[in-house]
DNA sequence: TATGAATGAGCCTTCATTCAT
DNA sequence: AATGAATGAAGGCTCATTCAT
């Protein structure tokens, strides 16, 4: 996708302890400064690797949305002859784990819930290739069930209720911590969790297709 | 709460832009001199009535806190006499219309999606002013739906469930949008949205007492 | 024509050595550091008395165009009562003065200078304010005594040939110092330039009306 | 003159750009990356070839100066048989000629322009190798005509007012423009200005013998 | 002979804050 | 009660230059 493969040591290192502060303070709040510094690289080697600090900001968005989505795609376990049930179970744990930080590498996830609710420019880049790619398959999964299309109105709910779910414990885990401390702070309860939220979700499908819900 | 109720014209007019700007910007992107300009005010006003920029950011925090949780609060709709599930919906209703832009100050819930987010150190006014008792009312709901304690560990799951549903609309606005253009943008739709979490969710808790969930 | 007619102490200073500044090293080369140095005011004062660099370089062109144009308008001296080879003597005896090091402030003659080689954005500015009302005095003197309009094209090329020789002595100075060292170096000797550029000029324009001179 | 003729693809591919951006931007402003990238070479060809930008820049004028004085040099089409008038009139040809753009290499004019009036360390180069043998070959043409010795102030006054007037068409072409529009732009006046300055000279130092100039 | 990578100095600008009135 | 003026720290970026190969 980028065209400069080439990997010098700088650069790599740049990226990262740039992912990472990025994930920490935010696109305006990160410094080059702090960046280079960590990454133990001189101010000017941003801008002859990446241009400018958006230049730096697009490299890692790019790059790490690549390498995430390859280590932990939204089809991750899912196979075509599973029940829609089990597709949706695979498919929330698959996007809780992604969302967790103890996947590679750490600060993504968290890099990604800052795009989601304070967009920058480079917002349109996540939106098509991760986000959109990643709901579609679920609404597939959510219409098989509701024996629906993938683009009734229900589905998109329904769907959209999943993933609020999911996202729930990323977004907004600095209140969780507040609320009930140590209860959901580790990452081991993935798979409760995931239970959780399947069978919440299934439960709240269920019955949608007798009942009239519209006022 | 405020112990300066002095409240002069320029005062007014600060806290005011500072509310609008802070949720466009948040804190730190936010700069006073903006503030002041907006407020048609000078530059030393802010510090010579709240001291520094964080003085200004947490008198706008408790003071439209305050108004709004007058204006809007959790138990908005709510009586003692209702069954749990219509409280539950009246619940919803008061969350998602608070989130929404059309309530006074508008920008009062963007400005609590930031902090939920990308918590400042000011974050713990709003837990403890607005998010805890507003949690604890919806734990009670949902215990008592479930026959369960507030402080049972699948009370709280199913409660987050459903608050998870109702952020998703206000923290992955941007989201939406770009997927979905034009179809859940203006707040019209409250009722659906309403009726639709209710009902996912109420049927989500609905047979859990019965099933056996763990594997 | 500035509304900002507020002098503050540090706003002239800054003014002042700026205008040296940047007629010694050029816009560009100028650093507002070393101006602010030697106005004895912060960096940061130039941002707020004149937006940024630009709007300095602007006001401080605006201000003393003005300054030295009420000090040496071109029409310095001359009267409608004289002949135009008066008018002639006078017209070139102020250009002289104003070019000369030696007038107040002593730098902006260089600057000036500058842009006339090397013109800025802000070039316009002075060509309209300064240098056509000057050219179109000297058309007319020139055009009343060849005879002609003032836009007849020999007028023009007359008066190019008047203007040139008094530029001479200001944009070629480092070629005349090195040239004729001491010879020509000090301001004392307008008087005896006046005279020269003067007599030949007026010859220069003489027989013209007779003489069949194009090719 | 310059030591080193080993002249790699590279290293005149450098020069040949370098000379066109420093006539465009002047020295300081002119950077080696732009240089550079325009000759398709590496950043590091330049300390690598000519040691640091100023040696560049010194070889680059060098270069030219040499090369443009020998195309065109003072004394293109004057010999010692015709008499003193003519010898002047083919003395500003040549030096108009030079001064325009059409000459090669095109840029080299304009750089001197710059010289001329915002001098570098090396102007000295220029000064001795081109314009003191220029300036000494008019002197000679005019003192022929005004019978008098080549260092006689007089003959120095005349020499400058008819170089003045040919170096106002370059110096001053930025303000020529905007004064009038389309009148002076193109070279294809060389010879229309050739017989102007000629004329205008030849009579401005026609009866100066006779007439008591001092008063 | 030539180059990709890296560097340190310096520039303009912005910001929250303080001073003096 | 309020303000115009001034300040120091810091930020992003650019530049000529040097290093290592």
């Known amino acids: 996708m980028d065209k400069k493969k080439n990997a010098s040591r700088t650069r790599l290192a740049i990226m990262e302890s740039a992912g990472k502060i990025f994930a920490e303070e935010g696109f305006s709040k990160a410094t080059v400064r702090d960046i280079c510094r960590e990454a133990g690289a001189n101010i000017?080697?941003?801008?002859?690797?990446?241009?400018?600090?958006?230049?730096l900001y697009l490299s890692v968005l790019k790059h790490y949305q690549e390498m995430v989505f390859q280590t932990y795609p939204p089809?991750?376990?899912?196979?075509?002859?599973?029940?829609?049930e089990e597709k949706l179970?695979?498919?929330?744990?698959?996007?809780l784990t992604r969302m967790m930080d103890d996947v590679h590498p750490p600060w993504f996830a968290r890099l990604l819930a800052r795009e989601f609710?304070?967009?920058?420019?480079?917002?349109?880049?996540?939106?098509?290739?991760?986000i959109r790619p990643s709901f579609q398959l679920?609404?597939?999964?959510?219409?098989?069930?509701?024996?629906?299309?993938?683009?009734?109105?229900?589905?998109?709910?329904?769907?959209?209720?999943?993933?609020?779910?999911?996202?729930?414990?990323r977004h907004s885990n600095p209140v969780i911590i507040r609320l009930f401390p140590r209860e959901f702070s580790d990452a081991g309860q993935i798979e409760e969790l995931?239970?959780?939220i399947t069978f919440f979700?299934?439960?709240?499908m269920a019955k949608a297709k007798t009942k009239n819900k519209r006022r």
Request: glycine residues 8%; hydrophobic residues 40%.
């Open 44 to 55: 000017a080697a941003v801008n002859y690797h990446f241009g400018d600090k958006k230049g």
């Open 75 to 84: 089809d991750f376990g899912i196979t075509a002859a599973q029940k829609p």
């Open 201 to 204: 979700s299934l439960n709240g």
């Open 194 to 196: 995931t239970e959780h």
């Open 89 to 95: 179970r695979a498919y929330i744990r698959s996007f």
């Open 138 to 169: 679920l609404a597939d999964i959510v219409a098989a069930i509701l024996g629906k299309k993938p683009d009734d109105r229900r589905v998109r709910l329904c769907s959209m209720s999943i993933v609020g779910q999911c996202l729930y414990f």
């Open 117 to 130: 609710t304070e967009p920058t420019w480079a917002f349109d880049i996540l939106v098509e290739g991760s």
